[in-house]
């Protein structure tokens, strides 16, 4: 499968506690997204990398949210001291890059559950 | 503000019975419209992109067509298998690299 995956799929942690998501891009693929989307509403854009630089973060993005893309591959996402409004689908995606090619093609998601 | 809104929020089909969903937009300088299936519990699945007024796509029984305030996702003929919700997302020009999406409609066809 050469698609976009994440682990875990699903993770339930307790309030305050601290949680780590990891995101695998398309390998061709340069620019790297992360939204989150909860029930009925439409994915919000978190933020964004082009190879191993963060470009862009969302005022959704609090303290309390960090993002790596260390060697422009693979991501991660941390979120510290969880609180239940960040219960959440977590979405990664990724596109080429390329002028022209503007297409973002998402993973299966982590669906975050905190107590 | 750049924003985006799909109707209807819900949508019952028989099989075979064709309809149009909706996604108009407001935006500072379109960038491209892009529409994705979600399936429950997954990831959005790419469907089309459209960049300018006019421009149309087809895929099997689905068809985008965009105008510069609007775009229609038409399905003809649908089979429960088409049964998703379909998402609506734009890039704008001064919003960077981001999409902003609508809310979406999920669609139920049946037998």
């Known amino acids: 499968d050469t698609g976009v995956s994440q682990d875990p799929r699903h993770k339930i942690t307790k309030r305050g506690q601290n949680v780590t998501f990891r995101c695998d891009p398309i390998s061709e693929h340069n620019r790297l997204y992360w939204y989150r989307q909860t029930l009925g509403q439409g994915p919000e854009f978190l933020t964004y990398?082009?190879?191993?630089?963060?470009?862009?973060k969302s005022r959704l993005l609090s303290d309390r949210f960090s993002a790596e893309r260390p060697k422009g591959s693979f991501s991660t996402l941390e979120i510290q001291r969880t609180e239940q409004g960040d219960s959440a689908m977590y979405l990664c995606?990724?596109?080429?890059?390329?002028?022209?090619?503007?297409?973002?093609?998402f993973g299966p998601g982590t669906r975050l559950t905190v107590l | 503000e750049d924003q985006v809104t799909q109707s209807p929020e819900a949508l019952r089909l028989q099989e075979g019975e064709s309809s149009s969903l909706n996604c108009s937009y407001t935006v500072s300088g379109l960038r491209g419209l892009f529409w994705y299936r979600q399936d429950p519990g997954k990831g959005p699945e790419f469907l089309f992109t459209l960049y300018s007024a006019g421009e149309e796509k087809e895929k099997e029984r689905l068809k985008a067509t965009l105008t510069k305030k609007e775009s229609f996702l038409h399905i003809t003929a649908p089979k429960p298998e088409d049964s998703a919700t379909y998402l609506c997302?734009?890039?704008?020009?001064?919003?960077?690299?981001?999409?902003?999406f609508g809310k979406g409609t999920t669609l139920s066809v049946s037998s």
């Open positions: 990398f082009q190879n191993e630089a963060q470009l862009e």
């Open positions: 995606a990724s596109s080429l890059g390329a002028s022209g090619e503007n297409e973002q093609f």
């Open positions: 997302a734009v890039q704008a020009n001064q919003a960077g690299t981001a999409l902003i």
